[in-house]
T-cell receptor
Framework: NAGVTQTPKFRILKIGQSMTLQCAQD?????MYWYRQDPGMGLKLIYY???????DKGEVPNGYNVSRSTTEDFPLRLELAAPSQTSVYFC??????????FGSGTQLSVL | GNSVTQMEGPVTLSEEAFLTINCTYT??????LFWYVQYPGEGLQLLLK?????DKGSNKGFEATYRKETTSFHLEKGSVQVSDSAVYFC???????????FGTGTRLKVLA
């Protein structure tokens, strides 16, 4: 059972480049989340989804987009990378009142 | 709005010392409360949770009690080990929402 899988683990982008962070879960969870973790700032919610075809903004959505075409996948898109988006990104999923399952994270640097 | 405040780290302890990491929250109603742990290079994983006032969550020797009167959910362990070195996050989830609010995390370092 793989759980929540994130790719890539590390990435360096130049300012203005775009990329997609991939997230997939094999637990048939309806709820999926994207967080960013900045040093000393805890986790901030970027976007979340309560099921295929349904997404909504979290606390810090600017500069990001998401889609949820299937239950399994929840990719996060950065269109015009900025240094302020340098962070560690975590994808998570859950079902009902169960605990959040986290991926191992993507460390992104924008230079 | 809802928020979580936890003590700043890092916290450095000797093996077998007593651990307390403070966490207080602000929320309307009765949220569920959680402690998550993040080991180096990994994602967060649930350590324990409590869903109503006076509940005590426990796991791996860690405990936390949901105190509504003081809006607190402090994490404790009687005797820490080197393997407990990690970052600990307090979090809440308000009833009827799908969102989790996390504290800033407290780094714990246990020395042999």
């Amino acid at each position: 059972n793989a759980g929540v899988t994130q790719t890539p683990k590390f990435r360096i982008l130049k300012i203005g480049q775009s990329m997609t962070l991939q997230c997939a879960q094999d637990m048939n969870h309806n709820y999926m989340y994207w967080y960013r973790q900045d040093p000393g700032m805890g986790l901030k919610l970027i976007y979340y989804s309560v099921g295929a075809g349904i997404t909504d903004k979290g606390e810090v959505p600017n500069g990001y987009n998401v889609s949820r075409s299937t239950t399994e996948d929840f990719p996060l898109r950065l269109e015009l990378a900025a240094p302020s988006q340098t962070s560690v990104y975590f994808c998570a999923s859950k079902e009902g009142d169960e605990k959040l399952f986290f991926g191992s994270g993507t460390q992104l640097s924008v230079l | 709005g809802n928020s979580v405040t936890q003590m700043e780290g890092p916290v450095t302890l000797s093996e077998e010392a007593f651990l307390t990491i403070n966490c207080t929250y602000t929320a309307t109603g009765y949220p569920s409360l959680f402690w998550y742990v993040q080991y180096p290079g990994e994602g967060l994983q649930l350590l324990l949770k409590a869903t109503k006032a006076d509940d005590k969550g426990s796991n791996k020797g860690f405990e936390a009690t949901y105190r509504k009167e003081t809006t607190s959910f402090h994490l404790e362990k009687g005797s820490v080990q080197v393997s407990d070195s990690a970052v600990y996050f307090c979090a809440l989830s308000a009833k009827g929402t799908y969102k989790y609010i996390f504290g800033t995390g407290t780094r714990l370092k246990v020395l042999a």
